[in-house]
């Protein structure tokens, strides 16, 4: 079927195919930033608004005391994955994610976006330490982050492809009322399948940059005893 097939489109400077999923990926971005420029100059209110609710809804995700950090990158994977899930509403247009290149693509970025962040919270040999704690774990830990690869793209890519289909299915055989009906599902679908994937992804990166209570009374210790030292190294010099 066409909602399936993801064929060469045209070939960029003679070598490099384009499929279609680029292609409409590509108009996916470009309409979201129309979208964006449009809204700030006649309804900023309204643009104000919809960062906040972005910005709510990852601060009930995450259990991390600085949001700021993560609400690029969570934020733009938010609104990209709900355009590009909907954009097959458009007449002739096919959803991104509906490609499995696309989904592997955005959980991988997820993936290492969260040892990323790990790393700079907890420090690299900190981080890496617990990752592997004890050693022959470690195994284990690689095989678990494979899975959390694989199940967001699979999720993503199995919903939205489901969809598409079964709206092309349904339109096929009654080409009426009822594939509205099962478009706005699909609407719907779309909607869930980015609210899903975003908060997965502030789950995944707040565990991996929370510090644990214990962690942060050895620092506020650490930072007492040099604050102690420093003290007396004053009160020497000036005893001298």
């Not at 959980?107 to 592997?132: C, D, N, P, Q, T």
């Not at 690869?149 to 199995?158: I, P």
Request: glycine letters at 6%; aromatic letters at 10%.
């Amino acid at each position: 079927m066409d909602v399936i097939e993801h064929p060469i489109v045209f070939t960029l400077f003679g070598f490099l195919p384009i499929r279609d999923t680029v292609l409409y990926t590509w108009i996916t971005m470009g309409i979201i930033l129309l979208t964006v420029v449009i809204l700030k100059l006649l309804k900023p209110n309204l643009l104000e608004y919809l960062l906040e609710m972005v910005i709510s809804i990852l601060d009930d995700a995450m259990d991390v005391d600085d949001l700021h950090p993560y609400i690029p990158l969570l934020g733009s994977l938010m609104i990209f994955t709900l355009f590009a899930n909907l954009i097959s509403i458009i007449p002739g247009m096919k959803s991104p994610t509906g490609d499995i290149n696309t989904t592997l693509g955005l959980a991988l970025i997820v993936v290492m976006s969260v040892h990323i962040f790990g790393m700079i919270k907890k420090g690299v040999w900190k981080y890496l330490k617990e990752f592997a704690s004890p050693i022959f774990m470690f195994p284990v830990e690689l095989i678990g982050q494979f899975s959390r690869t694989l199940s967001l793209s699979m999720r993503l890519f199995g919903n939205v492809l489901s969809g598409d289909l079964i709206v092309a299915i349904i339109f096929s055989i009654v080409p009426y009322f009822l594939p509205i009906a099962m478009t706005a599902i699909s609407m719907i679908s779309g909607v869930l399948q980015a609210f899903v994937l975003t908060t997965l992804a502030a789950l995944f990166i707040s565990s991996a940059a929370e510090i644990n209570e214990e962690d942060q009374k050895i620092k506020a210790e650490n930072a007492e005893k040099k604050k102690q030292r420093k003290l007396r190294k004053i009160s020497e010099k000036g005893n001298n």
